[in-house]
């Protein structure tokens, strides 16, 4: 056998051995019966879809939700399946409250098992109409919303070694955006936050899997907050989230990250364009950032005659003839099948 032959034949015993060494520590497939899941923004949109896919594996679901009604009718929403949630108003900003929602949960349905950071804010405009709070409140919700219900759960997986966190990020986490700056900025910090974390807590038995959707109908945008021409703005984030080649339904989503979950993967990107999108921001940046400027240039500036500037609309109060509209049905279906109706962040 010559030097080439071992080798090739080192390089592959050394791949086979890492290959095993992965699969060994991440175990066997987890089982979600009777597993305590608590959903944070489960109140509509994806944190609400996820609850239905966790029921249909046999969790027992825990949702939270800084609005107080719509976890009501989401619960009665979940109830005309067949589906029992217990559902307590929080706002994982605040870390008391945080504290308080996990020690609620503990009492009424059991330690958490797996814990879904979904909770998140959107806010569309040109840079210009962008101020510090926002920035602040992407970072205080994306990042330290996750950071506070982390610390909350971690000490009881610890003394289990056993549990299991996503966090769900954002292809808006993985590529920075036009229009979308503070919203990267905050899922940026929740990707590298997440990523850091699973390394961390092999050793403790507890998995994290960081999820990065792309596009995903799951009638969000009627609850984004808009800026600067806050109807032009509405118009085009609507009409890009209905897109069936571009976007993912909100159940195929779900389903993948549920199946993400159980395997215990450390990533994943969901949805064909999404990858693509990663893959090429890696593979060649300079040419991502050009492309990135030129798609900024055909969005909508930040003056008009219906300029909010720095105000804030949401997207029930940025209707136009473009949206809602045929170029919109399936994010409006997804609206009214996900709870997202109410027009209220």
């Not at 969790?59 to 107080?68: G, H, K, Q, S, V």
């Not at 619960?75 to 067949?82: F, H, K, M, T």
């Not at 998140?120 to 101020?131: A, D, R, S, Y």
């Not at 997440?194 to 092999?202: E, V």
Request: overall charge neutral; glycine content about 10%.
């Amino acid at each position: 056998m010559n030097t080439l032959e071992k080798a090739a034949l080192a390089a592959l015993g050394l791949g086979a051995g890492a290959w095993l060494w992965h699969r060994l520590a991440r175990g066997p497939a987890y089982d979600f019966r009777d597993k305590v899941v608590l959903i944070t923004g489960g109140s509509r949109g994806l944190g609400l879809v996820l609850a239905r896919e966790f029921a249909a594996a046999g969790a027992r679901l825990a949702l939270c939700a800084r609005d107080a009604a719509e976890l009501e009718q989401a619960a009665e929403n979940l109830g005309r399946d067949g589906i029992d949630a217990f559902v307590a108003p929080c706002d994982v900003t605040d870390a008391g409250q945080v504290a308080g929602l996990v020690a609620r949960v503990e009492s009424a349905v059991g330690p958490v098992d797996v814990l879904v950071n979904n909770a998140g804010v959107i806010q569309v405009g040109p840079e210009e109409t962008m101020t510090c709070e926002d920035y602040e409140q992407s970072l205080r919700t994306h990042f330290w919303g996750c950071y506070h219900t982390v610390e909350a759960v971690l000490p009881r997986m610890r003394e289990r070694r056993a549990g299991r966190i996503v966090n769900i990020s954002s292809i808006g986490g993985k590529v920075s955006v036009p229009h979308l700056l503070p919203y990267s900025v905050g899922k940026f910090a929740l990707v590298g936050y997440s990523q850091g974390l699973r390394a961390a807590l092999g050793k403790d038995g507890v998995v994290v899997t960081t999820v990065s959707p792309g596009l995903m109908r799951t009638g969000s945008p009627r609850n984004a907050e808009f800026k600067g021409q806050h109807r032009a703005e509405y118009a085009w984030f609507a009409v890009s989230d209905s897109l069936p080649l571009l976007t993912v339904s909100a159940e195929n989503a779900a389903r993948a990250i549920v199946a993400a979950c159980r395997r215990g993967d450390a990533e994943a990107v969901l949805s064909l364009p999404a990858k693509v999108a990663v893959l090429f921001q890696n593979l060649f940046p300079e040419f991502a950032a050009d492309l990135l400027s030129l798609v900024n240039r055909f969005l909508p500036g930040p003056d008009g005659p219906e300029s909010v500037g720095t105000a804030t609309r949401t997207g029930a109060e940025s209707e136009s003839s473009v949206a809602p509209s045929v170029v919109t049905t399936l994010t409006d279906q997804a609206a009214r099948r996900n709870n997202e109706m109410a027009g209220s962040v």
